[in-house]
């Protein structure tokens, strides 16, 4: 081998020395607590990613029912637009014929006025 393989396996077995050193000096300090810390921080884990899943699902349950709401109220809004549309359209019809029947009276006025004066 050259030097240089040599130098770099050197380089990792220290490295793999001193994380294994790092891993006996935590054992040695924290012991047996630490597993439990480990255990208790999956558990909050576990938990959390159960909680976030609950929220995602009621969140895409909120948006479903929002997006059922607001169609029900478009298309209400839509047929009250329509209904007064026509109410309006009604009204303006009753108007002219309320027109063209003063226009009427107006006239049989004017040919009574005529036989009247006539006689």
């Known amino acids: 081998m050259t030097k240089n393989n040599e130098t770099i396996f050197k380089l990792e ?3 793999e020395g001193a994380a294994s ?3 006996i000096i935590k054992n040695l300090i924290f ?3 630490i597993q439990e810390y480990n255990a208790e921080f ?3 884990k576990n ?4 909680k976030k899943e609950s929220l995602e699902s009621l969140m895409e349950e909120i948006r ?5 709401t607001i169609d029900t109220i ?3 809004v839509n047929i009250r637009i329509t209904e007064l549309e026509k109410s309006v359209e009604d009204k303006m019809d009753n108007l002219e014929q309320d027109i063209v029947q003063r226009e009427q009276l107006s006239k049989l006025f004017i040919e009574i006025g005529k036989k009247i004066a006539s006689k």
């Open 64 to 68: 479903t029912d929002l997006h059922t």
């Open 31 to 33: 012991g047996d607590t």
């Open 13 to 15: 077995d220290k490295i």
């Open 47 to 50: 938990d959390m990613l159960q």
């Open 74 to 76: 478009a298309t209400d």
């Open 42 to 44: 999956e558990a909050l």
């Open 21 to 23: 050193k790092i891993d």
